[in-house]
């Protein structure tokens, strides 16, 4: 894996506009599938599908090939989301909790339960709707961790927060799914 | 059994999926699944709500990827740009501080030239109005083959849209 991540960081240096077409081709799914779980919206998480990318080729010469690509891509397209919220006056992603009582707030969207829509189509429609309601910084964790099956630590760079929030995040968020999916059960 | 247990129990369920859990630990757990069905059940369910996390697909937006693929290769283009335009503009200032600092004596030497040669003033004169516009004239056309490179540019743009 050191020498794809070392090539893949020579070929990012380069910008190898044939590595760039290859990556965009090989993570188009997972990227897509991260943003729109961060954002809750699908022509907002396609915005910044699109803008990551742009970022991964101006920045390409920061990945030095020692972490996984993935994570790094995670971590590109998390900022330019936090950014979008910074300029909607809200925080970050980590500040979207209660000073009082600590619990997370839910991702503020304008549109009519996007998520639902979007996996509406799905058939797992009571999976989909539980998800919806977790928080979106649990979401981002569950999936960085079950779908993604990144590292605690790898998950803590993208996240750029201590390993003692992953797991908190982590614990609490899969508590909250085994509650959702109980209720939509019964 | 002791609600310590059961507690036990319950934090190593999630810490397992979570972070992993010593050997020891899993032997422990395993017993104690055998033997509670409380705990068992929460274990069940948390691995049914990990298996169906993971069973979720996501849709992509047709044309996805070609799309980005596009918008990346163009901004690619771009940066391939901009290199190229510090150069022309590094170079323009030089010459311009070196014509400045060289003018005078440009201008003795073309009136001295003129002289010997006999040509009438008003020529040499232009000769150094010529040698001071010769920098801006290579920009100008710089700038005029950049501005046909760009329309033909925005004509394999407006074709591919």
Known sequence: MAD?????????????????????????????????????????????????WVRVLERGHQYDGRSKFEAWLFSIARHLVIDWQRQKKMQSLDALTHPEDGT??????????????????????????????????????????????????????????????????????????????????? | MSNELHTRAEQLIAQERVEGISTADQRWLRQHLSECAD???????????????????????????SRTQFRVRLRAQQLRGEPRWRMVYAA??????FGAATAPYVWRGL???GHRLGVPSIIWELGF????????????????????GRSSESAWKRQAN
């Open chain 1, 4 to 52: 794809d991540t070392k090539s893949l960081a020579l070929g990012l240096k380069r910008r190898d506009p044939e590595l760039l077409d290859a990556l965009i081709e090989q993570y188009q799914y997972r990227l897509f599938r991260y943003l729109l779980y961060i954002t809750g919206n699908r022509e907002r998480a396609e915005d910044f599908f699109q803008e990551t």
């Open chain 1, 104 to 186: 997370p707030r839910e991702f503020p969207d304008d549109d009519p339960s996007p998520l639902h829509l979007f996996l509406a189509h799905e058939s797992e429609a009571s999976v989909q709707a539980s998800v919806e309601k977790l928080p979106a910084i649990y979401r981002e964790v569950l999936l960085l961790r079950f779908q993604e099956e990144l590292g605690l630590v790898e998950i803590a760079g993208v996240l750029n927060a201590p390993l003692s929030t992953v797991k908190s995040r982590l614990y609490r968020g899969l508590e909250d799914l085994r509650g959702l999916l109980a209720g939509e059960a019964a």
């Open chain 2, 39 to 65: 705990c068992a059940a929460l274990a069940g369910a948390t691995e049914q709500a990990i298996r169906m996390l993971r069973g979720l697909s996501v849709p992509l937006p047709p044309g996805l990827a």
């Open chain 2, 129 to 148: 109005g010529l040698w001071w516009a010769l920098p801006a004239a290579v920009v100008a056309v710089i700038l005029l083959m950049e501005n046909v």
């Open chain 2, 111 to 113: 009136e001295w030239a």
């Open chain 2, 92 to 97: 323009c200032g030089i010459s311009w501080a």
